[in-house]
């Protein structure tokens, strides 16, 4: 070793022995946790000649054991901190005393640890009544104005904001009943033990009631402690905010926040080694962890490290909370993920009465709120915000058609046994709030869609719901009113052009298209009307619309293409009047019509095949099969009609094209209301099959053009 590297070496043993250690925290991936490893940066001979205890300075999350590069520069182990998962263990893990050692207690685990040393060594923490509890309320009005700003892309900020204001105040177990057991009461916190070894283990009773107000406030913004806090924009906006996301980025922060400490001035190591880390499943992404940092510690100093395409994102002036992770849980690093799967698994979470001992003689253990399985049961599925529908919702086991499917022609359809019976009880509890919708039952089921009429659906509607809100009715009394508006439409929306013509279908439409607009106006003013009963009766009623207007949409598309291309009727097209023409694009309209409403019925029977030994014949390229489906029906029904074989090839295409773009349009403008995976997949099913129709017919009509010219 020359002078200087000497020199170099004295230089970083003394500035090690002067400055509190720190780490560094790489994210990663270990298959259903987040693994912590600790590893030292500095000299194993400097640490041991250091009056600070041996506290690793680098912590990051991998899999597998660190190789051995034989530097004497760098010493490893690797601990089992936490998990950053909702099933986090309610006990901390102690290190067996002497005589445990010297009596055989050890359960002879991998680690060295005895489980029963582990299951007795803290007591359930109890609820401390503060004095200061009155002022969570005050906190968080405090955090109101960055509560009423919270949306998909900021939440994480807000969540900072929390938890810097009263982190420390509620243990990690604690915080995750918060979480995720929702039936808890506040006078149950005490019963959850607390892995928290700080000075104040006392769960403090301002921190759990402001984390309970935060957490119901997000998870139900609409009734916030039954208040008006959040306008309907906000609470839309929050709303929107996926629940599983939040509450498993809100624990991530938490257990980071707890387990990591800042240091003043932390020493910067000049060599590091490189690993390979092999990402496998985490809760949390790499990219969504690396944003808890820069969030709970701004201005957090930052480098990436290591070889290209290995390299990760080191974070300095960190280092290990003791209150947390302390010489026990790092006693931990040496395990696989099997052997500590299979430690874990040993230790019993069923407090078992014992005799105290004399360090604990007075101190008597509560049951924990956890049974013996380590995991808590999973989370109830949540129905969306914007729909009635659950996982608990059946169909009945009558026939539950909205009407009677024999139709009669020039008349309107008759409700069903099923649908009356639903619509005259729903009837029968709005009378009794002074609403009577029998005029508007009259009106339907006479043909009268004017909305010129005083007992116009509009009209009616709205005034209903005045009444509703003026008598401060409960939120059934609007379902209710939903549910009888939406059996009325049901059996009309569904008519044929033989029972409803097409004029009268025309002016329905522009009824329902209406009354959607004179809700949206009225509900604003309406303070006590719920936005998600409100928002999903809306939009049944734009469906109802889209149901109803296809032979529109076909129409509109025959115009247009008849425009474009300044084509006009001849003589030998039926009757070139005015009438005749209009006649003319109602029978394309209908062969066009015919062709989309085969080709749904096919694909409504898809399903079917799975219940038969059909179902290796059913292919996964579902665009491919649908156009496979439309394109008989296209040739042998659509072109069938004689006004079809007479049009020009250019305006068929033109109006088929308009078509399908309507119809696209009106499932893409519903793609907020899905799932992200299920919009792409659904996107890209719609390019292709729009792409091959498109095709296929313009190489089609090539084909018979040059057939006919030869």
Same mark, same amino acid.
């Given at each position: 070793?020359? !002078?200087?590297? %000497?020199?170099?070496?004295?230089?970083? @043993? *003394? %500035?090690?022995?002067?400055?509190?250690?720190?780490? =560094?925290?790489?994210p990663g991936y270990l298959e259903e946790t987040a693994k912590f490893t600790v590893e030292s940066c500095f000299d194993i001979s400097g640490a041991a000649q250091s009056s600070h205890p041996p506290i690793d300075d680098m912590a990051r999350f991998h899999s597998g054991n660190p190789p051995d590069n034989g530097s004497s520069l760098l010493s490893s182990e690797t601990a089992q901190v936490g998990t950053i998962h909702p099933f986090l263990p309610t006990q901390g893990v102690p290190t067996p005393t002497e005589k445990d050692t010297a009596s055989g207690t050890s359960s002879g685990t991998a680690s060295g640890l005895n489980p029963k040393v582990i299951r007795d060594r803290f007591a359930p923490a109890p609820l401390k009544s503060s004095p200061e509890s009155e002022n969570a309320e005050k906190t968080f009005e405090t955090l109101l104005p960055s509560l009423q700003k919270v949306n998909p892309r900021n939440f &994480?900020? =807000? +969540?900072?904001e929390v938890l810097r204001s009263r982190c420390e105040q509620v243990p990690l177990d604690v915080f995750y009943h918060l979480l995720y057991n929702s039936s808890l009461s506040d006078s149950g916190c005490h019963q959850a033990c607390s892995v928290d070894k700080s000075g104040s283990s006392e769960v403090n009773s301002e921190g759990v009631k402001l984390y309970r107000l935060v957490i119901d406030t997000l998870k139900n913004?609409?009734?916030?402690? &039954?208040?008006?806090v959040f306008s309907k924009d906000q609470a839309s906006s929050i709303s929107s905010v996926n629940l599983h996301e939040l509450l498993r980025t809100f624990l991530a922060m938490k257990i980071v926040f707890s387990s990591l400490e800042k240091v003043q001035d932390p020493p910067r190591p000049k060599q590091v080694s490189t690993r390979r880390l092999f990402q496998q499943n985490l809760m949390l992404s790499s990219s969504n962890f690396g944003k808890i940092p820069k969030l709970l510690y701004p201005g957090l100093v930052t480098k990436r490290i290591g070889s @290209?395409?290995? %390299?990760?994102?080191?974070? =300095?002036? #960190? @280092?290990?909370?003791?209150? #947390?992770?302390?010489?026990?849980?790092? &006693? +931990?690093?040496?395990?696989?993920?099997p052997a500590l799967k299979d430690y874990f698994h040993k230790v019993p979470f069923v407090q078992t009465q014992e005799k105290p001992t004399a360090k604990?003689?007075?101190?008597?253990?509560? !049951?924990?709120?956890?049974?013996?399985?380590?995991?808590?049961? !999973?989370?109830? !599925?949540? *129905?969306?915000?914007?729909?009635?529908?659950? #996982?608990s919702t059946t169909y009945p086991e009558d026939d539950c058609s909205p009407r009677i499917w024999k139709g009669t022609p020039n008349s309107i359809p008759q409700h069903s046994k099923w649908a009356k019976d639903v619509m005259e009880r729903s009837m029968k509890v709005l009378e009794g709030q002074d609403i009577d919708l029998e005029p508007l039952r009259r009106n339907i089921n006479g043909g009268i869609f004017s909305e010129n009429d005083h007992n116009s659906l509009s009209g009616t509607v709205s005034?209903?719901?005045?009444?509703? %809100?003026?008598? &401060?009715?409960?939120k059934t009394s609007y379902l209710h009113l939903y549910l009888a508006v939406s059996l009325m439409l049901f059996p009309v929306i569904l008519a044929s052009d033989q029972e409803v013509p097409c004029a009268s279908k025309h002016q329905l439409r522009a009824c329902v298209t209406k009354c959607v607009t004179e809700l949206n106006h009225v509900s604003a003013s309406l303070s006590c009307v719920d936005v998600n009963s409100l928002g999903s009766f809306t939009r049944t009623l734009r469906k109802m619309v889209h149901i109803n207007e296809l032979e529109e949409i076909i129409v509109r598309a025959t115009i247009v293409a008849i425009n474009a291309y300044h084509f006009e009727f001849s003589d030998g097209m039926q009757n070139p009047t005015e009438a005749g023409t209009i006649g003319v694009i109602a029978s394309i309209a209908k062969a066009v019509a015919l062709t989309v409403s085969c080709t749904t019925d096919n694909m409504s029977n898809i399903p079917l095949l799975g219940e038969t030994d059909k179902v290796d014949n059913i292919a996964p390229d579902v665009p491919y099969q649908i156009f496979k489906l439309s394109m008989p029906h296209f040739h042998e029904k659509t072109l069938s009609y004689p006004i079809m074989k007479q049009l020009p090839i250019p305006i068929i295409i033109h109006v088929l094209k308009s078509t399908q773009n309507e119809i696209q349009n009106a499932s893409l403008s519903r793609f907020a209301c899905r799932e992200t995976e299920l919009s792409k997949e659904t996107f890209k099913s719609w390019w292709v099959l729009f792409v091959i129709v498109q095709e296929y017919l313009d190489v089609l009509s090539e084909v018979v053009a040059l057939s006919q010219m030869l």
């Amino acid at each position: 070793m020359t !002078p200087i590297q %000497s020199q170099t070496k004295k230089r970083q @043993r *003394k %500035s090690v022995q002067n400055e509190s250690p720190s780490i =560094f925290i790489v994210p990663g991936y270990l298959e259903e946790t987040a693994k912590f490893t600790v590893e030292s940066c500095f000299d194993i001979s400097g640490a041991a000649q250091s009056s600070h205890p041996p506290i690793d300075d680098m912590a990051r999350f991998h899999s597998g054991n660190p190789p051995d590069n034989g530097s004497s520069l760098l010493s490893s182990e690797t601990a089992q901190v936490g998990t950053i998962h909702p099933f986090l263990p309610t006990q901390g893990v102690p290190t067996p005393t002497e005589k445990d050692t010297a009596s055989g207690t050890s359960s002879g685990t991998a680690s060295g640890l005895n489980p029963k040393v582990i299951r007795d060594r803290f007591a359930p923490a109890p609820l401390k009544s503060s004095p200061e509890s009155e002022n969570a309320e005050k906190t968080f009005e405090t955090l109101l104005p960055s509560l009423q700003k919270v949306n998909p892309r900021n939440f &994480g900020s =807000f +969540l900072s904001e929390v938890l810097r204001s009263r982190c420390e105040q509620v243990p990690l177990d604690v915080f995750y009943h918060l979480l995720y057991n929702s039936s808890l009461s506040d006078s149950g916190c005490h019963q959850a033990c607390s892995v928290d070894k700080s000075g104040s283990s006392e769960v403090n009773s301002e921190g759990v009631k402001l984390y309970r107000l935060v957490i119901d406030t997000l998870k139900n913004p609409q009734n916030a402690g &039954g208040t008006e806090v959040f306008s309907k924009d906000q609470a839309s906006s929050i709303s929107s905010v996926n629940l599983h996301e939040l509450l498993r980025t809100f624990l991530a922060m938490k257990i980071v926040f707890s387990s990591l400490e800042k240091v003043q001035d932390p020493p910067r190591p000049k060599q590091v080694s490189t690993r390979r880390l092999f990402q496998q499943n985490l809760m949390l992404s790499s990219s969504n962890f690396g944003k808890i940092p820069k969030l709970l510690y701004p201005g957090l100093v930052t480098k990436r490290i290591g070889s @290209r395409g290995n %390299s990760k994102y080191h974070y =300095f002036g #960190l @280092r290990w909370s003791p209150s #947390l992770v302390d010489q026990e849980i790092r &006693g +931990l690093l040496n395990l696989e993920m099997p052997a500590l799967k299979d430690y874990f698994h040993k230790v019993p979470f069923v407090q078992t009465q014992e005799k105290p001992t004399a360090k604990r003689e007075n101190v008597v253990n509560p !049951p924990t709120l956890l049974r013996s399985t380590v995991l808590p049961r !999973p989370l109830p !599925p949540v *129905k969306p915000a914007y729909s009635h529908v659950s #996982l608990s919702t059946t169909y009945p086991e009558d026939d539950c058609s909205p009407r009677i499917w024999k139709g009669t022609p020039n008349s309107i359809p008759q409700h069903s046994k099923w649908a009356k019976d639903v619509m005259e009880r729903s009837m029968k509890v709005l009378e009794g709030q002074d609403i009577d919708l029998e005029p508007l039952r009259r009106n339907i089921n006479g043909g009268i869609f004017s909305e010129n009429d005083h007992n116009s659906l509009s009209g009616t509607v709205s005034r209903a719901m005045k009444v509703l %809100s003026s008598t &401060g009715a409960d939120k059934t009394s609007y379902l209710h009113l939903y549910l009888a508006v939406s059996l009325m439409l049901f059996p009309v929306i569904l008519a044929s052009d033989q029972e409803v013509p097409c004029a009268s279908k025309h002016q329905l439409r522009a009824c329902v298209t209406k009354c959607v607009t004179e809700l949206n106006h009225v509900s604003a003013s309406l303070s006590c009307v719920d936005v998600n009963s409100l928002g999903s009766f809306t939009r049944t009623l734009r469906k109802m619309v889209h149901i109803n207007e296809l032979e529109e949409i076909i129409v509109r598309a025959t115009i247009v293409a008849i425009n474009a291309y300044h084509f006009e009727f001849s003589d030998g097209m039926q009757n070139p009047t005015e009438a005749g023409t209009i006649g003319v694009i109602a029978s394309i309209a209908k062969a066009v019509a015919l062709t989309v409403s085969c080709t749904t019925d096919n694909m409504s029977n898809i399903p079917l095949l799975g219940e038969t030994d059909k179902v290796d014949n059913i292919a996964p390229d579902v665009p491919y099969q649908i156009f496979k489906l439309s394109m008989p029906h296209f040739h042998e029904k659509t072109l069938s009609y004689p006004i079809m074989k007479q049009l020009p090839i250019p305006i068929i295409i033109h109006v088929l094209k308009s078509t399908q773009n309507e119809i696209q349009n009106a499932s893409l403008s519903r793609f907020a209301c899905r799932e992200t995976e299920l919009s792409k997949e659904t996107f890209k099913s719609w390019w292709v099959l729009f792409v091959i129709v498109q095709e296929y017919l313009d190489v089609l009509s090539e084909v018979v053009a040059l057939s006919q010219m030869l």
